[in-house]
């Protein structure tokens, strides 16, 4: 029987084949490759490129992350730091766990659509200041813009809130840039503790249905004690920056 690496060294698909197969164009894998996205094809007789289950594994993986609402160039970094050596199974695993941890909030939404949501008609200086917020961003397409139906109803009654708009960006850049920094040594925490073990031990099965249980747990948990140790801070910052003399 021929096992998955075997499977992977033999790559079977022409372009049209994976992009029916990944449900994208054409036109979509061959930009996904000049970006360097994807591996390039393996050359074949008569100078045909075949790709693998690699290659399917790893467009499944590129579509999860835009679904999450990164840019492209956020997805190169991304798919920089996966060790090159990753089988179809590999990227798989990291794409349930990306899964887990997306926003389902996200959406595409029409800016009629978006004042009926609101409540209110909302001038182009009222969507440029929850954009700042990070309520909704634009999407190339003119009205029509990816909101996060959770931070809407408050970006809608801060709007009224006398906050300038530069104030609102320094908060908002302060705020991911900390964000980040505690992302990324959560991220190195989890493959330390987590994703390295699942591939020493084999890719066990039992091991892996254990990692997907924890990634799905953890999520919750991480935002409570970011939320949780945020009003904290904030309370005791606040305190003291207003104390009396």
Same mark, same amino acid.
């Given at each position: 029987?021929?096992?998955?690496?075997?499977?992977?060294?033999?790559?079977?698909?022409?372009v049209?084949?994976? @992009?029916? +197969?990944?449900?994208?164009?054409?036109?979509?894998?061959?930009?996904?490759?000049?970006?360097?996205?994807l591996?390039?094809? $393996?050359?074949?007789? +008569?100078?045909?490129?075949?790709y693998?289950?690699?290659?399917?594994?790893?467009?499944?993986? =590129?579509?999860?992350?835009?679904?999450?609402?990164? %840019?492209l160039?956020?997805? /190169?970094?991304?798919?920089?730091?996966?060790?090159?050596?990753?089988? @179809?199974?590999d990227?798989?695993?990291?794409?349930?766990?990306?899964?887990?941890? @997306?926003?389902?909030?996200?959406?595409?939404? %029409?800016?009629?659509?978006?004042?009926?949501?609101?409540?209110?008609e909302? #001038?182009?200086?009222? $969507? /440029? +200041? &929850?954009?700042?917020?990070?309520?909704?961003?634009a %999407?190339?397409?003119?009205?029509?813009?990816?909101?996060?139906?959770?931070?809407?109803?408050?970006?809608?009654?801060?709007?009224? $809130?006398?906050?300038?708009?530069?104030? =609102?960006? @320094?908060?908002?850049?302060? &705020?991911?840039?900390? #964000? +980040?920094?505690?992302?990324?040594?959560?991220?190195?925490?989890?493959?330390?503790?987590?994703w390295?073990p699942?591939?020493?031990?084999?890719?066990?099965?039992?091991?892996?249905? #254990?990692?997907?249980?924890?990634? #799905?747990?953890?999520?919750?948990?991480?935002?409570?004690?970011? $939320?949780t140790?945020?009003?904290?801070?904030?309370?005791?910052?606040?305190?003291?920056?207003?104390?009396?003399?």
């Amino acid at each position: 029987m021929e096992d998955e690496s075997d499977a992977e060294a033999q790559p079977g698909y022409t372009v049209d084949e994976l @992009a029916a +197969r990944a449900g994208v164009t054409v036109r979509t894998v061959r930009f996904y490759g000049t970006r360097g996205l994807l591996p390039p094809p $393996v050359i074949g007789p +008569r100078r045909v490129g075949r790709y693998g289950t690699g290659h399917l594994a790893r467009l499944a993986l =590129i579509e999860e992350l835009q679904r999450q609402g990164m %840019t492209l160039a956020a997805i /190169e970094r991304y798919l920089e730091q996966l060790p090159p050596d990753l089988s @179809a199974q590999d990227l798989a695993v990291h794409r349930a766990l990306v899964a887990s941890w @997306a926003p389902e909030s996200a959406e595409t939404i %029409t800016r009629r659509e978006l004042e009926r949501r609101a409540g209110r008609e909302l #001038a182009d200086r009222d $969507v /440029e +200041r &929850l954009a700042a917020m990070g309520v909704l961003e634009a %999407t190339g397409e003119a009205e029509v813009f990816r909101l996060d139906g959770t931070l809407l109803r408050l970006g809608v009654e801060l709007l009224d $809130v006398p906050i300038g708009h530069d104030t =609102i960006l @320094a908060s908002r850049t302060v &705020l991911l840039d900390h #964000a +980040r920094s505690a992302a990324q040594e959560l991220a190195r925490l989890f493959q330390e503790e987590v994703w390295n073990p699942y591939r020493e031990s084999g890719r066990d099965p039992d091991h892996l249905t #254990a990692m997907k249980s924890l990634s #799905a747990h953890m999520q919750p948990m991480v935002v409570q004690a970011l $939320v949780t140790a945020f009003q904290r801070s904030l309370s005791e910052e606040l305190r003291s920056a207003f104390r009396s003399p």
